[in-house]
């Protein structure tokens, strides 16, 4: 490879494991140990990749003798192929961590299957009527919760389908548990109902909203939480407090939202350039003091962002396909990817080292960061 060429890879190039899906990746998930990476495309498969990298990037980093600086060489062997699945359905699946390295995949005939690291499907864990839009399951409680858009079921796995008595008709198609899976946050039209679920479910409290959420996050410790809505912003809700409010000034839709615990701090997608609020003084009613000026202002909207689990970083994508990653709080940003099909899923690893990431042209990729790149 000559010198021209090597000055114009970029840190995705040198950095990413990438595939090509036959559809646009509508959403990923990691598995509870970090193993592997899920990722649903919208024509209904989900393709399995492997995080451990064969070529890391510190086995590729030199130190130059005179300068003392340092490059990384470019892979040399292509990544590992991708475990694809049949179709699940005739749109994309909701996805959901399962075991250990697994997951669960709500599919068009009504069941939450459980797909293994290797993408086999074993039987059943759930079995609702009609198609399962919305799956969410915490290991902490040994619980999963499933919707197929008109109700929602507990279940421990064991046939035990119980439904949530509601009083409304609206869809239902957003779930969330808390970390500890004490509480279910639904989605219920344009509002949201949020359910203790120790013994039995009770409600505990009804939120209208100003649309419908398109999105549902939990802080860290489970005392509150945000949800992008389709139209007008994000809401936000504690639960110690009571207090609820939606903040809005976005000029597309806040699909994405996200919790950074080390920084204490909320972000959304919808705006051009990285929305964030400090929590300790959250955006509720008109409050901008906690705002977080991260990253640079540009021309093209933030389509995902995603907090990483140790440090106080984020990570955004792009309409344009643009990957950055900030410093919370600060305006210097780190240029992963400079353009490519628009960003549509971006999650972190649980330790922080890989960044996945999904896109409307059907890209999947993780981009694996040297240990020494985030101090």
């Known amino acids: 490879m000559n010198q021209q060429t090597m000055q114009s890879l970029t840190l995705f190039d040198l950095l990413a494991r990438s595939w090509r899906r036959p559809s646009a990746i509508a959403d990923l998930r990691f598995s509870a140990d970090g193993s592997t990476v899920a990722f649903a495309s919208v024509d209904g498969t989900v393709a399995i990749a492997t995080v ?15 300068l003392g600086q340092t490059t990384i060489r470019p892979r040399e062997k292509p990544a590992v192929p991708l475990i694809a699945t049949a179709a699940f359905g005739d749109g994309d699946v909701p996805l959901a961590a399962y075991a250990h390295s697994g997951f669960l995949v709500g599919a068009a005939s009504g069941e939450a299957l459980h797909l293994t690291a290797g993408g086999e499907v074993a039987k059943p864990l759930v079995k609702i009527d009609g198609p399962i839009v919305a799956i969410d399951h915490s ?56 359910w203790s679920v120790e013994g039995d479910a009770a409600l505990i409290r009804d939120v209208s909203l100003s649309a419908r959420p398109a999105s549902i996050r939990w802080s860290g410790d489970g005392t509150w ?31 994405s939202v996200c919790c950074s615990q080390p920084a204490n701090a909320l972000f959304a997608s919808g705006a051009f350039r990285v929305a964030g609020w400090s929590m300790t003084a ?5 409050e901008i003091s906690g705002a977080l000026e991260t990253g640079q202002t540009g021309l093209v909207l933030v389509e995902t962002v995603a907090a990483h689990p140790e440090k106080k970083l984020i990570a955004a994508g792009y309409a344009n396909g643009r990957i950055t990653v900030a410093q919370i709080g600060a305006r210097d940003e780190l240029l992963v990817r400079a353009l490519g099909s628009t960003v549509t899923a971006l999650a ?10 999904g896109s409307a042209d ?10 020494q790149m985030f101090k």
């Open 52 to 66: 451990a990298d064969h070529e890391p990037p510190e086995a590729r980093l030199r130190v130059s003798n005179d």
């Open 139 to 194: 290991a902490r409680a040994d619980m999963t919760a499933v919707s197929n858009g008109h109700d929602v079921f507990l279940s421990s796995g064991q046939g035990d389908e119980v439904k949530l008595k509601h009083a409304t008709a609206s869809s239902m198609d957003a779930l969330a548990f808390s970390p500890g899976g004490k509480h279910l946050a639904c989605g219920v039209g344009e509002g949201l109902s949020i």
């Open 225 to 255: 939480l945000a949800c992008g809505l389709e139209t007008g912003g994000f809401a936000l809700v504690g639960l110690a407090d009571n207090r609820a409010g939606i903040v809005t000034g976005f000029p597309s839709p806040v699909r």
């Open 282 to 286: 959250p955006p509720f009613g008109g």
């Open 348 to 357: 972190w690893s649980g330790d922080g080292r890989h960044l996945a990431m």
């Open 362 to 371: 059907g890209t999947a990729a993780i981009v694996t960061f040297p240990a």
